[in-house]
C-alpha cells in the first residue's frame, strides 16, 4: 500500500470515528451498516434522553461531576453544549433523579464509545462498503 492510499484510508477511518461521535450511528451508516446504524442511534438516543428527562439537563456538569461529564461527553457534542447550557443558566439537579440521570447519560456515552470504535474497526476491515461503491455479485 502506497502512502497516498494509506493517506487516503487513514482519512476514512478519521471521518468514520469522528462521524460515529457527532450522531451515534453515522459511523456505522457511512460504511452501510445501516440496520446497526438504526439500533445504535435509537437505542443511545433513548438513553441519554432517558436520562436527561429522569435528572434534568441538569446532570450535564462538567465542574460539579467532571468524571460523570467525561462519559457523557461520549455522546456527542450535544452534551458539551447542554453543558454550556446548565452552566451559564445554573441549572443544578440534586438527589436521586440527579444520580439516575448521570448514569443513564454516562452510560449512553460509553456505549457510544464501544460504537465509534467498533465502527472505526469495520472501516478498517473493509466490512461494509464505502460511499460511492456498489456491491458487485458476481
Not at 69 to 93: C, E, F, L, N, W
Not at 123 to 134: H, L, V
Request: proline content about 2%; aromatic content about 10%; some cysteine.
Amino acid at each position: 500500500m502506497d502512502m497516498r492510499k494509506k493517506a487516503d484510508h487513514l482519512l476514512w477511518l478519521c471521518t468514520v470515528a469522528l462521524a460515529a461521535w457527532v450522531l451515534p450511528g453515522a459511523g456505522h451508516f457511512l460504511i452501510s451498516e445501516r440496520k446497526r446504524a438504526v439500533l445504535i442511534f435509537l437505542t443511545i438516543t433513548l438513553t441519554f434522553a432517558a436520562g436527561l428527562w429522569v435528572g434534568s439537563i441538569g446532570v450535564i456538569d462538567s465542574v460539579a461531576g467532571w468524571a460523570w461529564y467525561i462519559a457523557q461527553i461520549m455522546v456527542s457534542p450535544a452534551a458539551g453544549i447542554i453543558d454550556h447550557i446548565t452552566r451559564s443558566q445554573k441549572i443544578v439537579s440534586f438527589a436521586r433523579p440527579n444520580d439516575i440521570g448521570q448514569i443513564y447519560t454516562s452510560v449512553a456515552g460509553l456505549l457510544n464509545l464501544l460504537c465509534v470504535i467498533n465502527a472505526v474497526y469495520l472501516a478498517y476491515t473493509g466490512r461494509g462498503e464505502q460511499i460511492g461503491q456498489e456491491e458487485k455479485n458476481v
